[in-house]
């Protein structure tokens, strides 16, 4: 079974940039689509982006379209988001998460295996 591990949280300026990695374990990370997903303090879980197992094909929620990009290496078992234009309401932690399902059906949020989350706090 895949285990995730998320790094590149931190401390970011309004405007600024990060990036985000999720290193999986296993030897079957292609088979799974891979999510991110965040929760900011004192509100629930919202889905933030997805790429599916086979295409490639991304998914994005609205607030972070344009500004965002998920993407997987499946050489080193890793999906990566890359965050620009950083702002304050992106202060979350974020998680990782894994399943063997169609990209479309991350969104819904009921995966499979999840990560541990990695703190961002975006300063104004």
């Known amino acids: 079974q895949v285990q995730l591990v998320e790094s590149g949280g931190g401390l970011v300026q309004t405007g600024g940039s990060l990036r985000l990695s999720c290193a999986a374990s296993?030897?079957?990370?292609?088979?799974?689509?891979m999510g991110w997903f965040r929760q900011a303090p004192g509100k629930e879980r919202e889905f933030v982006a997805a790429?599916?197992?086979?295409?490639?094909?991304?998914y994005y929620a609205d607030p972070v379209k344009g500004r965002f990009t998920i993407s997987r290496d499946n050489a080193k078992n890793t999906v990566y988001l890359q965050m620009n234009s950083l702002k304050p309401e992106d202060t979350a932690v974020y998680y990782c998460?894994?399943?063997?399902?169609?990209?479309?059906?991350?969104?819904?949020?009921?995966?499979?295996?999840w990560g541990q989350g990695t703190l961002v706090t975006v300063s104004s």
């Open positions: 998460a894994a399943d063997q399902i169609p990209g479309f059906q991350v969104a819904r949020g009921n995966l499979e295996i």
């Open positions: 296993g030897r079957t990370f292609s088979t799974y689509s």
């Open positions: 790429i599916s197992r086979t295409t490639g094909t991304t």
